[in-house]
């Protein structure tokens, strides 16, 4: 598994990374309003693709025929159907950066840390499902060792991570932050990522919140 706080700053995704939220067409000009409209219409039918396919099996002409478009359209303004995951994963990461961060640290640690532990859990599991079908691929990507994806994963939890450390060492835990810190985020994503399963074999939500919420509040609070 990947350590999620492996950067460890707050220093965001590369250049390169950052470059694939750019918005020019493949011929480098800055489309117009109907020209920008277009493309996020295949950026939304890449993301409806990939919740009933695997990211292995995404087509450029299924992409194109969910957006009500055609290909050639598809190829003015994006080379492949991996680069169209690509500028999904890096929007969602910069959106998200600072919200997970905000899950973490915009709670009542002090006077109530159970609802605090809470709110994180269920946020985090809530968020995860709510773009499973993105951070599946960057999941299974960063396994594969595909540096785009993983620097993109790490840099979505590193805000988080990074609340985690300076939270558990505030609070005098006994646990050292960074190692709390890592186990923790990634517990949080394994479980989200795998919250469906784990419902299906017979685990109650409530349950796993609860359970989950426990170990948090322990590791920050003691």
């Known amino acids: 598994m990947n350590n999620e706080s492996a950067n460890g700053g707050e220093s965001g995704p590369s250049d390169e990374l950052a470059g694939e939220i750019d918005e020019r067409a493949a011929d480098g000009r800055m489309p117009g309003r109907r020209g920008l409209a277009t493309r996020q219409r295949l950026l939304d039918a890449t993301a409806e693709q990939l919740e009933s396919c695997g990211y ?108 985690l450390v300076d939270l558990v060492a505030a609070h005098d835990s006994d646990m050292d932050p960074k190692a709390t810190a890592g186990v923790v985020i990634a517990m949080l994503a394994h479980v989200a990522n795998h919250r469906p399963g784990l419902e299906r074999w017979g685990a109650d939500h409530d349950a796993l919140v609860a359970t989950v919420a426990g170990i948090l509040r322990h590791a920050i609070v003691g």
């Open 56 to 163: 292995r099996d995404l087509k450029v002409v299924d992409i194109a025929r969910t957006a009500g478009t055609s290909p050639a359209t598809f190829y003015q303004y994006f080379p492949d159907a991996e680069s169209a995951v690509l500028v999904q994963a890096a929007v969602l990461t910069e959106a998200w950066h600072e919200e997970l961060q905000f899950l973490i640290t915009g709670r009542d640690w002090s006077g109530a840390p159970d609802a605090a532990a809470h709110e994180v859990v269920d946020g985090f599991l809530t968020f995860w499902t709510d773009h499973r079908a993105i951070l599946k691929v960057l999941d299974l990507a960063s396994m594969e060792g595909d540096f785009r994806f993983r620097d993109l994963r790490t840099w979505l939890l590193n805000g988080a991570t990074n609340a």
